[in-house]
Nanobody, 120 residues
Framework: QVQLVESGGGSVQAGGSLRLSCAGS????????MGWYRQAPGKQRELVAV???????NYADSVKGRFTISRDNAKNTVYLQMNSLKPEDTAVYYC??????????????WGQGTQVTVSS
């Protein structure tokens, strides 16, 4: 069984920074793409940033230049460095591993989410 555990969320003032981590645990697995999504109250879950196993990245326009995604393949861990945070970044942030393989194909795996709150 594969689990993703997020950490690093919290409360910060506008202009501040946070670093989210998402660590895979359980069965040894591979996932070509890992990423971060977020969901604000009353809104749909949206993509924040994704990164391939080779290091290619893609960001939502709203976070470009402020957020940086990175990963450690050996540890099956993905990070999200968030700088210049804005109140509109307030949301629950979820980690996702796409197309997970253990000894068999598992599919997509989500973490439980971590709250990020940015005050003005």
């Amino acid at each position: 069984q594969v689990q993703l555990v997020e950490s690093g969320g919290g409360s910060v003032q506008a202009g501040g920074s946070l670093r989210l981590s998402c660590a895979g645990s359980g069965s040894i697995f591979t996932s070509n793409v890992m990423g971060w999504y977020r969901q604000a109250p009353g809104k749909q879950r949206e993509l924040v940033a994704v990164i391939s196993r080779g290091g290619s990245t893609n960001y939502a326009d709203s976070v470009k230049g402020r957020f940086t995604i990175s990963r450690d393949n050996a540890k099956n861990t993905v990070y999200l460095q968030m700088n210049s945070l804005k109140p509109e970044d307030t949301a629950v942030y979820y980690c996702k591993a796409v197309g997970v393989y253990t000894t068999t194909y598992v599919g997509d795996v989500w973490g439980q989410g971590t709250q990020v709150t940015v005050s003005s």
